[in-house]
């Protein structure tokens, strides 16, 4: 059974999109701990919208914060310190994703990171990389933490354009399993989570 946490080298690099392809691609429950913003969509409810299957279920958030910001400058603004011990795995017989919020080292709150709840779940990892200047830095930097805190990295995604110098290094450094790469989409439609989630069965050996 896959029970994986899906983050990112940081914002805007494809989380969701690489979560919807996930969840149809195993047919697995969806669950979004935290969302930061509720304008003009969720992520929750973006990846429903994505998803065609029939078996997957997607979790409420345990926190729903108005503001577009940082989690924990988000939940301040509503009176509101978030908690290690507010999260609980949801309970399901099903494959699950975890989506995180922005990268791996994002605040939750005071001493509690991203990096600390994928470890309270200790859940193996999926990273999502998109190519820009520092991208590398920013892959590496994230593989080191997860590293250091024990966490197994399930497989690493490239999304956007390809870029084999950079995709070669940090895939020869880091060792990691490759996954599917994610090619620029001009839409992101079903249909091109479905096309994609054939892709990611076959790496799953499904």
Known sequence: MERLFI????????KTFVSAILTEALQA?????V???????????????????PVSC??????RLQLPASPHAAAAAEGLTLRPEDFQLPHTDN???VEGAGGLLVPLAPGFLIAD???QFALDVVVVSRNYLGSINHTLLTMEALQARGLRVRGLVF??????ATEDFIQQHTGVPLMP????ESEVTPAVVSRYAAEFRTWFGL
């Open 7 to 14: 983050t990112g080298i940081g914002t805007d690099v494809g």
């Open 29 to 33: 429950d969806y669950w979004k701990p």
């Open 35 to 53: 969302q930061a913003g509720l304008t003009p969509t969720t992520d929750a409810a973006t990846v429903r919208e994505l998803v065609q299957n």
């Open 58 to 63: 997607f979790w409420p958030e345990r926190h």
């Open 95 to 97: 494959h699950l994703l």
């Open 117 to 119: 709840l994928a470890q």
């Open 159 to 164: 999304n956007g354009e390809p870029t084999p």
């Open 181 to 184: 790469r994610i090619l620029p």
